[in-house]
């Protein structure tokens, strides 16, 4: 049976009267000082050790993301750690916030379909997540430049701004998956648990657990198997998808992801940069899986909330 | 012959093998307040989610305007308004902003909105509280800011569920009234309530709900002749007299007439005997004190209607 009417209608007023409440919550402005203070941190350590050790290094700017100084870790690992944090705390009470608060059925009342509703909070969610993530992005680039003195070369811009992209897609994973649980529970709290203990398993245990898997169904002596299974095990978690894509873009010189074998390494100038496309084309797969991923944990959300009941 | 705003025919709702609303068929006629009344859990609220497009229909047509809420539930919820039972608002924003974010989802024009909903809130007397975050109204607040909702909308029929619920006597009534006034500028109503008392007063047609089936419709006085038998209770209380007890009883129309207290006669009728009764008291040497007549009230139909309901169940287990 078709459903007359456009499914659109109302997302617009959706997606601005949310990203309305997300730019005034005290929720976001906490998340943000936090993001914002961490990274600041990050950086400013990572260029006093960039001025000390790389004059030399072509790709200086981006060694402003990846480069850590003890004690602290640096840009890009506070940030996969930070950004699904900011995720989460946005997405966790998207749905059952409404229920809750007993607006959902008032709402759903005014001729517009549960799809604008909910794809309106996944829109507003992630703009929000992009503005916090430019502008943070953008504080990093100008103090590179007022601290290091050096302009930045057209390539290395390109792979910062890939690597925003790809960031923001990562951080529409976890908003995705932050969604699904509000939608599935119907405690606010609950959700949260859920969705930080799966996270909390996503990014530390399971690259950890990985080979022990690998090994556990891998026949013992066939090791290229075994560590191509550990990999594409690791893989199903999107903070290994996210770290290899940013190896990638930040590390010109990477030139595969996975094993290798001798053979395919002939002819290779070892520690040559690779071009700005090929380095896209090896994280390639890892960005497809990123997006797919949150495409596909917004499909379940959408179908589980079509399908709940709207009664409080 | 008036126009049916709403209509259901057979009506069903299964979760799995069990019928939460189970083959309901009723109409709401144009202009008219119409009651679903039963107790909790009876089906009224699956009722009303499925001729708003919000629930399913496992079984049975649903029609509002025409409209067939499963299929087109835009235009049904472009014209009908909905007050969910203990309704909820965006504590966080004013009142008037929680009606900007509706009128903007209706599509009210930018031109329009803020006089509609100024108008609005002036209608259910919250215009002096229009600034104020909605985290500080009280319950009856909310309820009155879902009906400025409702008029604010335009809507041709207003659906509300327990509109009474949790609210002081005080508010209550002040509620009702609204209704009524909602009524008075055309709008058709139809109303859930387990608080049958409060409900009686302002429907004119009531279906009572018992087990996701409706037990019986009417209005309130044909249910009364239905399940009450005699449908009319005069009380008469009078000063002396002579045999006033025989004499009301000789009454044409008159069931059964007993002496209930010293000077007072309860009289049950066919029909509205209070003029007969007066003129047989004065008759009868008696100095008529005071005359009133007893509406069949909807709690005494309920009660009676479903403690026969429980007895014949009682008879067939035995």
Redesign the interface.
Known sequence: ?????SPW??LG??VL?ELS?HLTSARMRVLEWLVVLTALAAVYAAITQVRDVTAQDPFLFLRLFTTAREPLPSFVSFLSFLVPLMAIGLGFDAVNGEHN???L?????????RDALLFGKFLAGLATLTVSLVVLWLLLIGLGLIMLGVPPGGEEMGRAFIFLLVTIAYAGVWLALAMLFSVVFRSAATAALVTLGLWLFLTAIWPALAPAVAQAFVPAGDQATQVIAAQMLARLSPSTLFGETVLALLHPTTRTLGPVYLSQLQGAVMGAPLPLSQSVLVAWPQIVGLIAASILLFVASYVAFQRQ???? | MTEIVIEATGLTKRYGAAAAVNGVTFNVAAGEIFGLLGPNGAGK??TI?ML?G??DISDGTARVFGHDP??????V??R?????????????LTAADNLH??A????IPAAERQDRILAALDRVGLKDVAEKRVGTFSRGMRQRL?LA?IVMKDARVAILDEPTNGLDPQASIELLELIRSLKAHGVSILLSSHLLERVQSVCDRVALFNAGQIALMGTVPELGRQVLGGGYTVEVEADGGVDVTRRLQALAGVRNAVESGPGHWRLTCERDLRAEAATEVVAAGGRLKQLSLDQPSLENIYTRYFQSARQEEARHAA
């Open positions: 049976m078709r459903r007359e009417g209608q109302g007023v959706v009267k409440d608060r007993r607006t059925s008032r709402i759903l009342s005014q001729p517009i379909y009941e709207v009664r409080a | 609220t699956t989610l708003l919000l629930s499963a299929r087109d539930p835009l235009a919820k472009r009908v308004g909905y007050l969910p039972d203990s309704v909820g608002f965006y504590d966080q974010y509706t903007r989802l209706i599509g879902g909702e």
